[in-house]
């Protein structure tokens, strides 16, 4: 996850976010092995942050080439739920 006003200053060699703007680590679990259905989640209060973190200004960033590194893909979109507390 990465604060969207640093997104342009990513280094793509050296593809961390800027300290204190981007969530790099993340824990992925399986949800349904035959769809290939995962969950992915960030700690948010962890040692690497964003700082005055707001959802509407964070974007999902993944890098698709090392898996399909032959292949050109279209650019998508992930609508994330919200729950209410």
Known sequence: MVDKEYLT???PENP???KNHG???NKVKMIHKATA???S???LNGEERIENFKLENTMLLFDFSSFF???ELKPFTVELPV???
Do not use: S
Request: zero cysteines; hydrophobic letters at 35%; aromatic letters at 14%.
């Open 16 to 18: 961390l976010p800027p």
């Open 69 to 71: 590194p032959a292949k």
């Open 83 to 85: 729950e209410n507390e």
């Open 23 to 25: 969530i790099p680590f």
């Open 41 to 43: 989640t960030f700690d």
């Open 9 to 11: 200053k990513i280094d």
């Open 37 to 39: 259905h995962f969950q």
